[in-house]
């Protein structure tokens, strides 16, 4: 089911939206691309090794984090297989009225059928489910995974041991998660499920971020 969220201008000037139920804003309001390029891009694609790779994204929202991992896929000429889980889909006219979507590289990934792998661009594919997070078994293996979900006390569900288990047990040893919280249930829920977790400073004057990582099996 699409939701027709409020475009939000952002104080870097950029994009973002605000969910209607929720009330949540999709990226901070202090910069949407400033924080996805460092919480997302920095700490997480340019940060992990894996070639190719594979990705997760908890939450395709307005696209953003996406468009920005297409756009540095073709620069770092590497091979990124993309998935995206949404149980939300923005309407095609919310992501119309986006300045993004002057970029075609935007149009191609709103446009691409849900439930199939599609190519993007030469280094890119995207594959979005429509579906809820939770209780969600995955098939595929993820190097890194971006958690972007609304903040825990929105959807403290999102956040809970029983979903870390599941993100844990699909990806591959030494992958990678990255998270804009560094709330402390948070931690303590990916320590609990087995994950080492490292504080690093956040994005646009926040103090921290999170990377979490599959170093043993339990």
């Known amino acids: 089911m699409s939701v027709i969220p ?4 952002t104080e870097d000037g950029s994009q973002t939206l605000s969910h209607p139920v929720f009330g949540d804003a999709y990226h ?3 910069g949407a691309v400033g924080e996805s390029e460092h919480v997302f891009i920095k700490e997480g694609f340019l940060h992990n090794q894996a070639n190719p790779i594979t990705i997760l994204e908890i939450g395709l929202g307005s696209g953003l984090n996406a468009l920005l991992t297409a756009e540095e896929a073709e620069k770092q000429k590497k091979q990124t297989f993309y998935y995206a889980i949404e149980l939300y889909p923005v309407d095609k006219s919310v992501i119309a009225g986006l300045e993004y979507y002057n970029n075609p590289v935007f149009r191609k990934l709103h446009d691409a059928k849900w439930g199939e792998t599609v190519q993007i661009s030469p280094y890119f594919s995207i594959h979005k489910i429509e579906a809820s997070l939770i209780n969600y078994k995955f098939d ?7 958690f972007d979900a609304f903040a825990p006390d929105t959807q403290p569900e999102m956040w809970s041991e029983a ?5 844990w047990r699909c990806m591959a040893q030494g ?6 919280s560094s709330k402390g249930v948070v931690k303590q829920n990916l320590r609990n ?3 080492e ?19 043993v099996s339990i």
């Open 28 to 30: 901070s309001l202090r």
């Open 175 to 180: 992958g990678e998660l990255v998270t804009y």
């Open 197 to 215: 977790v490292k504080r690093l400073p956040g994005a646009l004057g926040k103090h921290h971020m999170l990377r979490a990582v599959k170093n």
């Open 163 to 167: 979903v870390f288990a599941e993100l």
């Open 193 to 195: 499920t087995g994950f």
């Open 6 to 9: 409020e475009i939000k201008i």
């Open 140 to 146: 595929e293996t993820f190097d890194l995974i971006y």
